[in-house]
């Protein structure tokens, strides 16, 4: 981590993300802007900035609230100071029930595919202009091995799956509008957090070490590609 980046996360208040912007803050090289729904109760996020060698910076972006997308615009602005985005890394996301496609909830499967995609859409649109100015111009749109038609999951999470399988051709949409930039589709494999559980496979500590090791090496051949954690890929 020689090089000098800056970093838009959302989510970064617990699980993934916390773990991510935690990494992050042990290079000086990185200035991380961690967002999440309420830095008041972030108790775990602000307790980085004590042995941080990174900058943090920590914004409210709540990402089913296009209020608050198009707000955190002002402060990330302000931060930035004219400096470019590197990484937007579209890291929240919920996956509140295990519904089926013929048995789910209509307003909750609206308010999955809102914060799952619709978000991580406007964020692209809305930091566009960052990223431009950025050196990496690298998206990272955090998807999951349920969003793989290729892996033949099953009924399970219709919802979820739906949503991240849509965010997977945004992810492809904006590799192919802008060749110059890396939009990246990332799983962190299954991760013992609150979404994945005690009974996950992998520490937030391994996934995080494995997806770093991707985002910071990803250039433009490798956009709009399925990757996971440890630098393999996906079928779609
Ligand atoms: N863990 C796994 O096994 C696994 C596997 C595949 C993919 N993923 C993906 O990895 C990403 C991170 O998940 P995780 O495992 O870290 O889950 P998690 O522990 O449940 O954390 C989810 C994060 O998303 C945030 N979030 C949810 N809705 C939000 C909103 N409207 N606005 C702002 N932030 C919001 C949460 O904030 P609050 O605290 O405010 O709710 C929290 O910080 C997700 O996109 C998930 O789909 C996880």
């Known amino acids: 981590m020689s090089e000098s980046y800056t970093w838009l996360i959302t989510g970064s208040n617990r699980g993934l993300g916390l773990e991510l912007t935690r990494q992050l803050l042990t290079s000086p090289s990185n200035t991380v802007i961690a ?11 602000h307790a980085l900035k004590n042995t941080a060698k990174g900058t ?4 409210p972006l709540d990402v089913s609230s296009e209020q608050s997308i198009r707000d955190s615009v002002r402060h990330v602005d302000t931060i930035l100071a004219g400096r470019g985005l590197d990484y937007l890394y579209n890291n929240a996301g919920v996956n509140p029930t295990y ?4 048995e789910f909830s209509y307003p909750e499967f609206l308010e999955v595919l809102q914060t799952n995609v619709g978000a991580p859409a406007l964020l692209g649109q809305l930091y566009f202009p960052y990223l431009e100015k950025g050196t990496r111009k690298v998206i990272v749109n955090v998807s999951t091995g349920l969003a793989s038609i290729g892996l ?13 399988t ?54 433009p051949k490798d956009s709009g590609k399925f990757w996971r954690y440890n630098g393999t890929q996906h079928p779609w």
């Not at 519904?99 to 013929?102: C, I, L, W």
């Not at 009924?155 to 799956?161: A, L």
């Not at 930039?181 to 005690?198: H, R």
């Open 56 to 59: 943090l910076h920590v914004i």
């Open 152 to 164: 033949n999951a099953g009924p399970k999470c219709n919802s979820y799956s739906i949503s991240k």
């Open 35 to 45: 967002s999440c729904r309420t830095p008041d109760k972030a108790a775990e996020l």
């Open 99 to 102: 519904d089926s496609p013929f």
């Open 166 to 219: 849509a965010l997977n051709m945004l992810t492809y949409k904006q590799a192919r509008a802008r060749p110059d930039f890396t939009a990246i589709i990332l799983d962190p494999g299954w991760v013992k957090t609150v979404m994945g559980g005690e009974g996950a496979v992998l520490e937030p500590e391994e996934s995080v070490t494995g997806i770093l090791k991707v985002v910071l090496n990803v250039t």
